[in-house]
Antibody
Framework: EVQLVESGGGLVQPGGSLRLSCAASGFTFSSYSMNWVRQAPGKGLEWVSY????????YYADSVKGRFTISRDNAKNSLYLQMNSLRAEDTAVYYCARDFPYEGLLFDYWGQGTLVTVSS | EIVMTQSPATLSVSPGERATLSCRASQSVSSNLAWYQQKPGQAPRLLIYGASTRATGIPARFSGSGSGTEFTLTISSLQSEDFAVYYC?????????FGQGTKVEIK
């Protein structure tokens, strides 16, 4: 069974940093591209970042470019999101999502999400 | 950036009735369009990809159509478990973008 479990969320002050993790199991993690998608409270979905299976290709949404860094450790079956210079508008539930293998760039499995709250 | 616009924002439907949800792209996304269902407190679930192909395990009452800039998700006979928010997502261009969602509620 595919499982994605996020952790690392919490309350952080504006300008602060946080590192999210996503532990993957039930599939060959090293063969799949992965993504972070976020959802502000009561709002819609926003794609945040993408990383290919070998980490050779990385993309970011403009809203986080230069502040967030996506990475992965295939030996540990883990995906990460380093978030720096956090702003109030970064407050959201952050989901890690597996890239759909047959077409790519859409999401077939999602974690349960971890809440990040940016507030003083 | 491709802007995805969904309509209506809210759709009130009685159980057993048909629901038709629309998604429009600001420029062509070919057939690179997915639909997701999200229930309160849960992660989204993939329903449709390639504009019209049901994901594994998705009931046949869900169908997708369209290409280019106009897409439709149809739920042929609404069941109680189908009341949720539905999002479309284009994956033709970076950045990947979602519509703002359509909430399907019980009439």
């Amino acid at each position: 069974e595919v499982q994605l479990v996020e952790s690392g969320g919490g309350l952080v002050q504006p300008g602060g940093s946080l590192r999210l993790s996503c532990a993957a199991s039930g599939f060959t993690f090293s063969s799949y591209s992965m993504n972070w998608v976020r959802q502000a409270p009561g709002k819609g979905l926003e794609w945040v970042s993408y990383i290919s299976s070998s980490s050779s290709t990385i993309y970011y949404a403009d809203s986080v470019k230069g502040r967030f860094t996506i990475s992965r450790d295939n030996a540990k079956n883990s995906l990460y999101l380093q978030m720096n210079s956090l702003r109030a508008e970064d407050t959201a539930v952050y989901y890690c999502a597996r890239d759909f293998p047959y077409e790519g760039l859409l999401f077939d499995y999602w974690g349960q999400g971890t809440l990040v709250t940016v507030s003083s | 950036e491709i802007v995805m616009t969904q309509s209506p924002a809210t759709l009130s439907v009685s159980p057993g009735e048909r629901a038709t949800l629309s998604c429009r792209a600001s420029q062509s996304v070919s057939s690179n369009l997915a639909w997701y269902q999200q229930k309160p407190g849960q992660a989204p679930r993939l329903l449709i990809y390639g504009a019209s192909t049901r994901a594994t395990g998705i009931p046949a009452r869900f169908s997708g159509s369209g290409s280019g800039t106009e897409f439709t998700l149809t739920i042929s006979s609404l069941q109680s478990e189908d009341f949720a928010v539905y999002y479309c997502q284009q994956y033709n261009n970076w950045p990947l973008t979602f519509g703002q969602g359509t909430k399907v509620e019980i009439k």
